[in-house]
């Protein structure tokens, strides 16, 4: 794991020392403008780095409470059934950038109960594909787990199922960050990460400490839920404030 880790950081220094090398005649060192320029810099990303801790306290924490709580072999089977889970990711990165750009259009007026349709809509197109593949994994789950690793990963349906729903949950309700980014309130997808990371380090992690693997896949989909419902009751108030206001 550590030489996996060094070749996967000078890989990455590498790219990006050529990537400076070769676009070096673009660049011009200023330190007259150092102030302003990080300045300007932390106000347009500092809601990407709180996101990104949001993130490491929801989707990327529990592989972590799994090694400091339970066991290494633990970790393996989790990252093997969230593997599992995420077959269906390419769909939903496919769906995201048809539909951010069709909400973007349709609320152009202000039309908000386009944009509720809308959501409405892809919230349904995708439910139906991840419900068929909760119901599809979590069936096959154990031949399928012992197909693509070994027979010591038999006996974990119960987690692939709850990683399964937990992966459909986050899919139907991607479409509210699209409608969240429309509203302007990208703001509200931060905060239901840090919502999602304090479930994370009170349930989750009890449910982790007191039943291995199975008590972190199902903090996950808890956590995920608990992300999901404050995304949606914040998108519910500013339409209905907005509504108000508007009428």
Known sequence: LAAALWVIGATSVLAAGLMLWL???????????????LAR??????????????MIGTSQAYPWLLAGLASTSDVAVF?????????????????????L??????????????????????MLGLAVPYGAWVLVGGAFADPLMTLLYSDRYAGYAVVVWLLLVRGMVEAVAAPLNPALQTLERTGV??????????????????????FGVAGAAAGALLTTVATVAWKYWRFRRLVRARASAGG
């Open 23 to 37: 676009h070096r005649d673009q660049m011009r060192l200023a330190l007259s403008r150092f102030g302003a320029d």
């Open 41 to 54: 810099g932390w106000h347009i990303s500092r809601w990407s780095l709180l996101n990104v801790l949001g």
């Open 79 to 99: 990252g093997a059934a969230m593997a599992m889970a995420g077959v269906m990711a390419p769909f939903l990165q496919a769906a995201n950038a048809y539909v």
């Open 101 to 122: 750009p069709r909400m973007a259009h349709g609320y152009k007026d202000g039309d908000l109960a386009t944009l509720e349709r809308m959501l409405g809509r892809s």
């Open 189 to 210: 997808t931060t905060v239901a990460l840090f919502v999602g990371s304090l479930v994370t380090v009170t349930a989750g992690w009890y449910a982790t400490g007191r």
